[in-house]
């Protein structure tokens, strides 16, 4: 199996070395000459003499996905190979990213293969391989382990570049200012720009992301892409990456019904709600701020009443977006966790057991949560300086995001009221501040039960 595997991946090479002057119409015709042997999430270009060979295995629809980065220094690679980790590990793969120097090594394979046998199912080699060569060890590994395997390729222009190389600069200088760092990646972009041999269509699934901040310039093409993993990365790719951001969060003021111990309703501000929205106002521009404070560029709440009257003094344009809207709680809407446990014990029980995939009656889930709200997160980040005011459980599912919680603990998280919790990226991370505003309240936090049978 293994040598007729190596020997598919080395014709991919072959095929591309001799045809190198060829227009991409020649080389879409060579595509056709090759039998296409698929298995749900991927596709494999097969020449025909070996697509019969019994020895060569159709890879499993679920079975892991090798991803390998591909560009020159500072094109944006590491930011958005981070970022796709980062979404499919909050979507419920389990993701990493093998940072290499410049190509995988047979050490970084053997990592890959022990991170797939722990379970895992998606891998990430962030470095340059810019040679077909290089690529071609990550595509002869995947035939013979039949893993899938997905290339990315990463192109910007020069004024991309050159802000690339800026915003590298300035974070390596924190980390070290005796190193001359902008003359170290011109130096390295110099050095290996002779070698770059850009991607070809034969060596496998391939998306190109020509990398920009403004999303007039930024764009995404894909060939070969196959599945629900493949095609979620394409999706995320599809967003430029900013790389300085900050958003602001915080759940509505207290509200009536958070006072009586009630879950979900439309239930307006309580007094001291009314208080915290004042307070929260002062603290981002409102009336009685500081004039160098922090000021959101746009407002989102959700659709119910204690979030929009939370922030109705603070300046901005607003949006209410209806996936910001509390979580359904179905037919225990407006009942305490004392009446629920009460009336319906079986379903208090169960939601206890697993609260992540727990359906309320006629309700949702945190599971399904977590899928209304992802095109949330998309659309924040390609923006910065957004706040969002929403509920507790809504602000579970995007700080998870952001905090890189598996989701099995997000209804764990605590988000308490009165608090506004800031996000700041960091490099391929996220800071988040949290900052009481001092305004008393009700503590809605409930801890993870001991498992019940």
């Known amino acids: 199996m293994s040598c007729a595997a190596a020997a598919v991946c080395a014709a991919f090479v072959d095929a591309d070395n001799d045809n190198d002057e060829e227009d991409g119409d020649n080389g879409d015709d060579k595509c056709s000459a090759t039998t296409r042997a698929r298995d749900g999430a991927t596709m494999a270009s097969v020449p025909v003499t070996l697509a019969t060979d019994s ?52 050490e970084t394979l053997s990592e890959i293969s022990l991170f797939f046998k722990e379970g895992n199912n998606v891998a990430i080699i962030d470095g340059m391989h810019l040679t077909r060569a290089s690529r071609q060890t990550v595509a002869t590994f995947c035939c013979e382990a039949v893993f899938h395997h997905l290339l990315i390729e990463f192109t910007c222009n020069d004024k991309c570049l050159q802000e690339n190389v800026a915003d ?29 041999e850009p991607c070809s269509a034969l060596e496998g699934p391939l998306i190109t992301v020509n990398n920009s901040e403004d999303p007039m310039y930024h764009s995404v093409t894909a060939r070969g892409v196959r599945g629900a993993i493949q095609t979620d990365i394409l999706g995320v790719l599809a967003s430029p990456v900013i790389r300085q951001q900050t958003f602001y969060f915080s759940r509505h003021g207290e ?51 204690r979030t929009i009257h939370t922030v109705q003094n603070i300046p901005g344009p607003r949006a209410a977006i209806k996936d910001l809207n509390e979580i359904n709680a179905g037919i225990c809407e407006g009942l305490t966790y004392e009446e629920i446990q009460e009336r319906f014990p079986q379903e208090f029980a169960w939601r206890d057991q697993d609260k992540f995939k727990y359906r309320y009656p006629h309700g949702e889930s945190y599971l ?36 890189g919680v598996k989701p099995d603990d997000v209804p764990y998280i605590n988000v308490p009221l009165h608090t506004l919790l800031i996000v700041r990226s960091y490099g391929y991370d996220f800071v988040v501040e949290t900052v009481p505003l001092k305004v008393e309240c009700v503590d809605t936090y409930r801890i993870q039960p001991k498992v019940r049978d």
């Open 255 to 305: 509200s009536e019904y958070n006072v009586l111990g009630r879950i979900g309703g439309d239930a307006d501000l309580s007094p001291r709600g009314m208080k915290y929205a004042d307070r929260l106002a002062r603290q981002l521009g409102g009336p009685g701020s500081a004039p160098d404070g922090p000021r959101p560029k746009v407002i989102w709440t959700s659709e119910l009443r």
């Open 368 to 403: 399904d949560l977590l899928q209304r709200v992802d095109s949330v997160v998309q659309a924040l980040l390609t923006n910065t300086d957004v706040l969002v005011v929403s509920h507790q459980a809504v602000l579970r599912c995007i700080m998870a995001y952001f905090k």
């Open 168 to 196: 590298t600069v300035q974070f390596y200088r924190k980390l070290d200012q005796n190193i001359d760092w902008e003359r170290r990646f011109r130096e390295s972009n110099d050095h290996h720009t002779p070698q770059f």
């Open 55 to 106: 020895t060569v295995k159709p890879c499993p629809l679920r079975a892991p996905l090798v991803v390998t980065v591909v560009g020159l220094p500072c094109r944006g690679k590491s930011l958005a190979a981070h970022k796709v980790a980062r979404h499919l590990s909050w979507r419920g793969e389990s993701a990493k990213v093998f940072t290499v120097n410049e190509n995988s090594t047979s």
